[in-house]
């Protein structure tokens, strides 16, 4: 039976973050709310994780999934092509998390900047050109107000492209990398695979944003959740092929193909404004969230080495 006195920790989300952040807060035995569209997931569930399904933009769904709760998580994801319902279901978790009178705590990326010159670090303005980074600044814009408005205590935590468990196909750093390299190919990236590049290891996402969670000092804040210093695209591969005992080589499709590829994929078609990420070093500073609260990333070749475990347990769980 659920310990109903103890803290319930509501996360909207079940993709690659929602479950690293889940598997953050079940490993502190904390009682955890996964609420999806569907109520279907990807995990085995036990008696501390709950699963509800329904819109987290309908704010009298999101009232009644987040009752009692005392921390709410916005790690939703959605496909490119839909990314323009972010700010609804923002609001609707807004009024869910305000009802309950719990923190917010939203698990957001790095485009709203832009195109910056230099290291990525808190405190830079929001000037994002691209349609998704217009977004991606408005929904934080909305939720910094509703803290600001004294609605509901909101902290922001901002990751890189991401990897770690089940990272497969929604990101740069996934399959096209780890499951070619243990299927003996070419591991695929886009633009210059030498840039040096920032990569966010889920699990250590999952855990910034239980710090936020906790902290009340985090609030009404941005910060950058920590991450190992970068390396090129090129020697992270390298360095896979290292722990699979294999060669590993990488394949990179430059700008122009992306563009003629997008003709055919809606997706693809969408990726092409975000690929100054790839063509020139996207470096970000975590040393703010670093010293705050004395956390450091995982360093790299161990992530790689848990992420190269999953891929391969999931490749033997397939055949």
């Known amino acids: 039976m659920t310990d109903t006195a103890r803290p319930l920790h509501v996360i909207f989300g079940t993709g690659p973050l929602g479950l690293a952040l889940m598997r953050a807060l079940r490993s502190e035995d904390r009682r955890v709310r996964m609420i999806n569209r569907s109520a279907r997931v990807r995990f085995d569930k036990d008696l501390e994780t709950e699963v509800g399904g329904g819109d987290a933009a309908d704010p009298g769904f999101a009232r009644e999934v987040c ?5 709410v998580y916005h790690c939703v994801g959605l496909p490119y092509p839909r990314w323009r319902e972010f700010p609804g279901i923002a609001r609707g978790i807004v009024e869910g998390a305000a009802a309950a009178g719990a923190t917010l705590v939203y698990g957001d990326n790095l485009y709203a900047y832009g195109q910056v010159t230099g290291p990525l670090r808190e405190g830079l303005p929001e000037t994002a050109s691209t349609v998704k980074g217009r977004i991606r600044a408005e929904v934080a814009a909305l939720l910094l107000d509703a803290h600001r408005a004294g609605n509901v205590p909101v902290a922001i935590g901002r990751g890189s492209d991401f990897f770690g468990p089940h990272a497969t ?7 096209r990398v780890f499951a070619r390299i243990l299927a003996g190919r070419p591991a695929q990236a886009i633009g210059d695979p030498d840039r040096q590049h920032s990569y966010t290891y889920l699990d250590d ?14 609030a009404g804040q941005i910060w950058h959740v920590p991450n190992a210093p970068p390396l090129s695209t090129r020697a992270i591969v390298t360095t896979i092929g290292e722990l699979a005992g294999t060669a590993a080589r990488v394949s990179a499709a430059p700008g122009w193909m992306v563009g003629l590829a997008g003709l055919f994929s809606p997706q693809l078609r969408e990726l092409k404004e ?17 010293g705050a609260f004395g956390i450091r990333a995982t360093p790299l070749r161990d992530s ?12 033997s769980k397939a055949t």
């Not at 009752?67 to 921390?71: L, N, R």
């Not at 196909?169 to 399959?175: F, H, I, P, R």
């Open 304 to 315: 790689l080495a848990r992420t190269l475990a999953w891929f391969r347990s999931t490749a």
């Open 205 to 218: 996402f999952g855990r910034a944003l239980v710090v936020l969670g906790d902290r009340p000092e985090a």
């Open 169 to 175: 196909d929604a990101t740069m750093l996934g399959s």
């Open 274 to 290: 975000m690929l100054y990420e790839f063509d020139r070093d996207f470096v970000v500073d975590s040393s703010r969230f670093e």
């Open 67 to 71: 009752e009692g709760a005392a921390v």
